[in-house]
């Protein structure tokens, strides 16, 4: 018996290593692939936005406002850091709102991820979600980007007259990318614990069939650890340009409000790696997916037609339609 079970452990540990080695191949090849598509892709692109902005319009578009304000530091931050983010947020999420409540216009409902689900939505827990939303960004990020305008103020570049090349620009986004999908796939797992889950993230998986501004409704601990420094810490490692932060923050919070919207729409990132973490809880951790693999959950994801439909839908036949979800067994 000890036998046996000694072969079955040694068979177990090396399927574990083999899986892992399998993991790290394709994690590499997937990395250089993109790599070179990254290089050739900047090459095209810094030469094409060269082309197309007539030499430094964005440039001289830059001096304009930063004269403006006189070079005030502080306002220029608050402006590119704050204002701009959350008007991207709010005028996004603002269309996303109309249609969970009325129905209306069916272009967006009728691409539903999970259908019969907020169909009308609950306006009682959307008042809710959106007082909170509104509590962490006054009560919460605010202060957190005060603290990184004195960050940012010590490297000394972010207010410079010069702007970045676009060049430098994606570079800096995909260390972004990078950088967040590592630290809010461990916060997020960290806020998943059993004793931190009762007590704070609890609250955010109240949606089971999340909408857009549900993606900051949170405790305001998880919005400092989850939502706000995996976002914040890029740009001040970087020591980046507040042109670039005000840019990334606004993609980070559109990017997120997708995510969680509800709706699987047209030419844009697929919404349903998320939206199943919000069904299943125990699925799908990151943003990217890439640590979930080599974790090991997504395992479950993998094997439903919700990861049949996790691609960019470039047609205008709701993908639900399409990979239907497979008819439930008579009981």
């Known amino acids: 018996m000890k036998t046996d079970s000694g072969y079955s452990t040694m068979a177990e540990q090396q399927k574990q290593e083999e899986k892992l080695w399998d993991a790290l191949k394709i ?19 810094s030469w094409f936005m060269q082309d197309i902005t007539l030499g430094n319009f964005w440039q001289t578009t830059w001096l304009k406002f930063y004269n403006f304000f006189e070079g005030d530091e502080w306002t220029i931050f608050l402006l590119g850091a704050a204002l701009v983010p959350a008007l991207a947020f709010w005028g996004f999420n603002g269309i996303l709102m109309v249609a969970d409540i009325t129905g209306k216009p069916t272009f967006i409902t009728r691409y539903r991820i999970q259908l019969g689900k907020n169909d009308p939505v ?19 990020s605010l202060p957190m980007l005060v603290a990184m305008f004195h960050v940012m103020k010590w490297w000394g570049n972010t207010f410079s007259k010069e702007l970045p090349t676009f060049q430098w620009f994606l570079v800096e986004l995909s260390i972004f990318i990078i950088i967040e999908e590592i630290l809010f796939y461990y916060t997020h797992r960290l806020v998943h614990h059993p004793v931190l889950y009762k007590h704070i993230h609890k609250k955010h998986h109240e949606w089971t069939a999340p909408v857009g501004v549900v993606s900051i409704y949170a405790h305001p601990v998880e919005h400092i650890l989850s939502n706000t420094l995996p976002v914040i810490t890029g740009p001040m490692v970087m020591g980046s340009h507040i ?6 923050f606004s993609l ?4 997120t409000s997708i995510s969680h919207c ?18 299943k809880f125990n699925q799908c951790y990151g943003v990217l997916g890439v640590l979930d693999y080599l974790h090991g959950t997504d395992r479950v994801f993998r094997q439903t037609k919700a990861f049949e439909r996790h691609k960019v839908l ?11 979800e497979a008819p439930k067994r008579a009981e």
């Open 252 to 255: 980070a919070l559109v990017t």
């Open 262 to 279: 509800g709706y699987h729409l047209p030419f844009l990132p697929s919404p349903e790696f998320h939206d199943f973490h919000h069904l």
């Open 314 to 324: 470039l047609g205008l036949t709701p993908l639900s339609e399409s990979i239907p």
């Open 243 to 248: 042109v670039s932060i005000s840019v990334w």
């Open 122 to 140: 609950d306006t009682k827990k959307l008042c809710q979600a959106i007082y909170t939303a509104l509590g962490n960004q006054f009560f919460v």
């Open 27 to 45: 994690s590499a090849y997937a990395f250089s692939t993109g790599l070179l598509t990254f290089t050739a892709l900047v090459n095209s692109v």
